[in-house]
């Protein structure tokens, strides 16, 4: 069954919310990474952990690029983070990944928030201009 971006972030969300409420804030991103990728799937979604995104220059592709924390069912991505505040750059970068893969949806859910509603940031890539 196919599943849209809008009902894949619902999901996404209520799971990070979840996740934040049982293990709190203040651990590595790479402990969320694998608990969050874990629940996801046991909800039935696609995940892939650290996805490389290959940068083109000249014609030459080079996988060293950048590396996507969570692809979810190929639809969304996921940029996790564990910082006290989030910056622009963490906003720009979340924004370069959705434009290099050509994906519609991401968010960006910093676990280093007190209370994650105020963690997570959505974001729409306009692919037609």
């Known amino acids: ?3 849209n971006e809008d009902k894949i972030g619902s999901i996404i ?3 990070a919310v979840n ?3 049982d293990i709190g804030s203040g651990l590595l991103e790479s402990v969320y990474e694998v608990i969050l990728a874990k629940l996801l799937s046991k909800k039935g979604l696609s995940v892939q952990r650290q996805v490389a995104i290959p940068i083109e220059y000249e014609g030459e592709y ?5 590396r996507v924390d969570l692809f979810i069912n190929g639809k969304v991505i996921i ?3 564990s910082v006290e505040k989030i910056t622009e750059a963490h ?9 290099l893969t050509n994906t519609k949806l991401g968010f960006l ?3 280093g928030t007190d209370l994650m509603k105020n963690g997570i940031i959505r974001t729409v890539n306009c692919l037609e201009e």
Not at 91 to 99: I, S
Request: hydrophobic letters at 45%; glycine letters at 4%; aromatic letters at 14%.
């Open 1 to 3: 069954m196919e599943i």
């Open 13 to 15: 969300i209520d799971t």
């Open 19 to 21: 996740l934040h409420i």
């Open 62 to 66: 080079f996988d060293e690029g950048f």
């Open 79 to 81: 940029e996790l983070k």
């Open 91 to 99: 906003k720009k970068q979340l924004l370069t990944y959705l434009k």
């Open 109 to 111: 859910l910093n676990f």
